[in-house]
């Protein structure tokens, strides 16, 4: 059974700095894509970052124009753990943020990540708040 856990989340200043991390177990395949979605009160839930493959060293990594230059998503592959770093956070940063995986992703998807039906695996969320 494929299990995802998020954790990392908490309040932070405006200009602060988190580091989340999502920690998956049970996979069959080595070649997954995992990602990070938002989701702030009343509105739909949107891709921030995603990494193509947690297993290669050539993985591509893809932003949303929002986080792009100050967030990075980063992997590690002997434990199959996925981070991201996030830094220069705004209010408007703030939401649930929830990790995601499927064992194709955007390799296989012509480069699209951000759609949230596309992947099958989900962990819970862990909140993210940025403070004016």
């Known amino acids: 059974e494929v299990q995802l856990q998020a954790s990392g989340g908490g309040l932070v200043q405006d200009g602060g700095s988190l580091r989340l991390s999502c920690a998956a177990s049970?996979?069959?395949?080595?070649?997954?894509?995992m990602c990070w979605f938002r989701q702030a009160p009343g509105k739909v839930r949107e891709g921030v970052a995603c990494?193509?493959?947690?297993?290669?060293?050539?993985?591509?990594?893809y932003y949303a124009d929002s986080v792009k230059g100050r967030f990075t998503i980063s992997s590690d592959y002997a434990k199959n753990t996925m981070h991201l770093q996030m830094n220069s956070l705004k209010p408007e940063d703030t939401a649930v943020y929830y990790c995601?995986?499927?064992?194709?992703?955007?390799?296989?998807?012509?480069?699209?990540?951000?759609?949230?039906?596309?992947?099958?695996?989900w962990g819970q969320g862990t909140q993210v708040t940025v403070s004016s």
């Open positions: 995601a995986a499927d064992d194709y992703g955007p390799r296989y998807w012509g480069g699209k990540w951000s759609r949230d039906l596309d992947y099958d695996y």
């Open positions: 049970g996979f069959r395949y080595d070649d997954w894509a």
């Open positions: 990494i193509d493959s947690i297993s290669r060293s050539d993985g591509n990594t």
